[in-house]
């Protein structure tokens, strides 16, 4: 049973999610500030901690240097709860070393799923601690899913919320990203000024290459769809990863030609498909960025849709209205499910 030490000042609920921790088969610690969360971590050695920010006498911040400067226990994954929401309050903690940073209320689900992947990524880290040194640990990464690992573990950690533009075209690339959670697209301006969508990003991709030999800026924008995390490596970080391992580099090749192939397929049918086809096309490809089933619900402003198919907003509407008449998907405000999958199949 995996121990976790919850420090939270607020009684009633550290009651609360300590009931919830321990129906989900957890052993709970509890201590009521941060000095004496501190004293039972360095007692029990807990496989994670759960702490509150805002404390009297040491707050949260406080603990976490106090715990990272530890030998002992500065390899316990430290999840924040807080209600402070600002991005530079998030930065702040997660500059400090914290694995996860939580904001209430908070859900069950949340709380719960950001447990299970720290100490799941906890363990893996220690594994590769116990068994392989710095060197034997770069020539490991022999495939793209080492590089991401490799991304996950020596990367830096940002957070967008929905809508934040994450680069714009021109901007110099320090970073090529992995998408950690989200969903991210990326545009351009044509001479009018109207937007077209360039790509779709979901989580386990990487994005933001441009050259990685030459310092070029970004040739187009990025912008965060939905509230997103990401891991940043930096172009010369990375680059030294491919001069030791050809292989990687192969197959990032294979992902970079894979993605030209798909912007040759847009352009295609931005230029010579119906719109019915385009609006039915761009549906089933957010539905799989979105890892959705056609029961599922798509929640997605109209825009960004008609950005995609490369239609006007309005054109985009009428059409979507159709479908709807044809009994294939059904619209309530910016949310649509898909009611007749293999229909908008046979459009496309």
């Known amino acids: 049973m995996k121990k976790i030490l919850l420090i939270e000042d607020d009684e009633v609920l550290r009651e609360n999610t300590t009931e919830l921790l321990e129906l989900s088969n957890y052993q709970v610690y509890n201590a009521e500030n941060g000095k004496v969360g501190i004293k039972v971590a360095k007692e029990i050695i807990p496989d994670i901690i759960v702490c509150d920010i805002m404390m009297p ?3 949260g911040y406080g603990v976490l240097e106090a715990l990272t400067n530890n030998d002992i226990t500065k390899h316990i994954p430290f999840i924040f709860l807080s209600a402070k929401t600002e991005r530079k309050d998030v930065r702040k903690g997660m500059d400090l070393g914290a694995d996860d940073y939580i904001t209430k209320p908070f859900t069950e689900d949340e709380l719960i799923s950001a447990i299970e992947s720290r100490i799941a990524k906890a363990s893996i880290l220690k594994e590769r601690r116990e ?3 710095e060197t034997e640990e770069e020539e490991e990464i022999r495939s793209l899913n080492d590089l991401k690992n490799y991304f996950d573990d020596n990367g830096e950690t940002f957070y967008f919320p929905k809508d934040t533009i994450i680069y714009k075209e021109g901007n110099n690339s320090n970073y090529i990203y992995l998408i950690i959670s989200g969903l991210i697209k990326c545009h351009k301006l044509d001479e009018q000024g109207k937007q077209l969508t360039t790509a779709l990003y979901k989580e386990d991709d990487l994005f933001g290459y441009t050259s990685f030999t030459q310092n070029l800026a970004y040739q187009e924008s990025a912008t965060a769809i939905q509230k997103t995390e990401l891991v940043g490596l930096s172009k010369k970080a990375l680059t030294s990863v491919l001069n030791k391992n050809h292989k990687v580099t192969l197959e990032l090749i294979e992902l970079l030609t894979g993605d030209l192939a798909v912007v040759k397929d847009q ?6 498909s119906s719109v019915s086809k385009k609006t039915a096309s761009t549906i089933l490809k957010f539905a799989e960025k979105l890892n959705r089933k056609p029961e599922e619900q798509i929640k ?10 490369g239609i006007a907003t309005e054109t985009l509407i009428r059409t979507m209205s159709n479908f709807k008449k044809q009994g294939i998907i059904e619209i309530e405000g910016r949310t649509i499910r898909i009611l007749d999958i293999n229909k908008l199949q046979e459009m496309c």
Do not use: P, T, W
């Not at 352009?267 to 010579?272: D, P, R």
């Not at 997605?300 to 198919?309: K, M």
């Open 300 to 309: 997605i402003s109209r825009i960004d849709l008609a950005s995609v198919a």
């Open 131 to 133: 068994e392989k040194n």
């Open 267 to 272: 352009l295609l049918q931005m230029a010579y």
């Open 57 to 59: 006498e040491l707050d």
